[in-house]
């Protein structure tokens, strides 16, 4: 696997020289006057330039609630972005030029084999409503405790988006390929590089049962074919799983016993299996740390927003709020004294199981300031803690405590 991932990066350096001169390697900031820091937009060509960068290289970009709010399907050019690293001419909503591009299939299975997105497309495609969500999203409110490392992302690293594209189990019937019964896990590979060569490759491994029942190789993202910056022209994308494990510019699959000990997935993206001090160091190890697969139950208050002067009387609070899929939502409850008192929010649920679902209730509000919560609790029971940092660990993955907005209403 190593040789291989070698000759693979050393191809790709040779792309990227070829690509060099065309902003293929975007942010640094010799690129821009003065007076001109980066937006998205300049960064990204299409992105909407309200978004908050957070980091132009590699790209790390949010939606602000404002943005996010304005449309129950997320619009692509406001929708988050997280690289790691970022694949050649890649840097645009325009769909990637490559029309040759094959994804191998390897490991424990019968024989080797590779489809090409040309043969993908011919195939049954089917949609999938989702809430892409970086495991990182809402990061900054584990600093309240103490510093997490990382991208201080609020709560806008997520979108609601529809894929569509083949489902893994297809392929497999397709290329009559067997999968080995000591296969556990698939990895997925990006075509992506490393921007120091000794650096890892971006590859994650997700559990085998979950990917012949939910992952789909996209090729289609809300209607259109997968911008090159969302990871067209194909993307391993898992419903329910956080946005990490859905790997863009797909290049390989491999079926394999075990987690891939690849620094995407042992060193990092994952969560101490039980709690640890905040601010305390930890190590992580396969056996004691979750890799940042299935989604934390949670919801998100999208108006009225932190630091909003409203008027006093009627005030709708309302969001939406999401899961793994796994099981549908049962109820959200806002509280306007900061999590004493609560009340059940009207909740629309989403007809697909892994996109959001929109609560909203009426609350009356004096002058003065009110602090609201609101918490979502799944028909498995699993709800939000009042307390998000009993999750906290060192990178600040998978905030899922009860948020809380800080507003000023007046007469
Ligand atoms: N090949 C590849 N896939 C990747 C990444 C990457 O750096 N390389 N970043 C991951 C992370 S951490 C996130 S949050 C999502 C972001 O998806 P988006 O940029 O389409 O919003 O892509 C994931 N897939
Ligand atoms: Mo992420």
């Not at 697909?352 to 029971?381: C, E, M, Q």
Request: proline letters at 7%; aromatic letters at 8%.
């Amino acid at each position: 696997m190593r040789r291989f991932n070698m000759q693979r990066r050393e191809f790709l350096r040779h792309s990227a020289v070829a690509t060099a001169a065309g902003l293929s390697v975007p942010g640094g900031p010799r690129l821009f006057a003065a007076d001109k820091g980066p937006n998205a937009s300049r960064l990204i060509a299409g992105k909407d330039p309200r978004l908050i960068v957070h980091n132009a290289n590699p790209f790390e970009i949010e939606t602000p609630l404002k943005l996010l709010r304005e449309s129950n399907i997320t619009p692509v050019d406001v929708l988050f972005v997280r690289n790691n690293q970022s694949l050649p001419s890649s840097a645009t909503l325009q769909p990637p030029s490559d029309l040759a591009w094959n994804v191998e299939l390897t490991g424990l299975v019968n024989q080797p084999a590779s489809i090409a997105v040309e043969q993908l497309k011919q195939m049954d495609q089917v949609e999938r409503e989702l809430v892409l969500q970086c495991s990182g999203n809402g990061r900054a409110a584990f600093s309240q405790a103490a510093p997490a490392k990382g991208a201080p992302w609020q709560c806008g690293a997520m979108g609601n988006v529809i894929f569509k594209g083949v489902p893994l189990s297809a392929i497999l019937g397709r290329l009559k390929l067997k999968v080995s019964r000591d296969a556990q896990f698939v990895t997925a590979e990006g075509r992506d590089t490393p921007s120091k060569p000794q650096d890892a490759d971006f590859e994650h491994s997700i559990p085998l049962a979950d990917a012949l029942d939910r992952s789909l190789l996209a090729l289609m993202l809300n209607g259109e074919p997968i911008p090159a910056v969302h990871g067209g022209p194909v993307r391993l994308v898992t419903p329910g799983y956080y946005a990490t494990m859905n790997v863009k510019w797909l290049g390989r699959l491999r079926f394999e016993a075990r987690e891939t000990d690849n620094y995407h997935q042992v060193g990092r993206y994952r969560t101490p299996r039980t709690p640890i001090d905040p601010g305390s160091e930890f190590s992580y190890g396969l056996e004691n740390s979750d890799a940042n697969w299935r989604m934390r139950t949670k919801c998100v208050i999208l108006s009225p927003l932190e630091g909003d002067i409203v008027r006093a009387g009627d005030c709708e609070v309302r969001g939406v709020a999401f899961n793994d899929g796994t099981a549908p939502l049962e109820s959200v409850a806002v509280s306007c004294d900061g999590g004493a008192a609560w009340q059940k929010a009207e909740l629309i649920q989403n007809k697909s199981l892994y996109g959001w679902s929109h609560f909203k209730t009426n609350v009356k509000l004096l002058p003065g300031k009110t602090r609201f919560a609101a918490r979502a609790i799944d028909r498995l029971g699993r709800t939000q803690p009042l307390d998000g940092q009993i999750h906290w660990n060192p990178a600040g993955y998978a905030w899922s405590g009860v948020q809380f907005v800080n507003v000023t209403a007046t007469n």
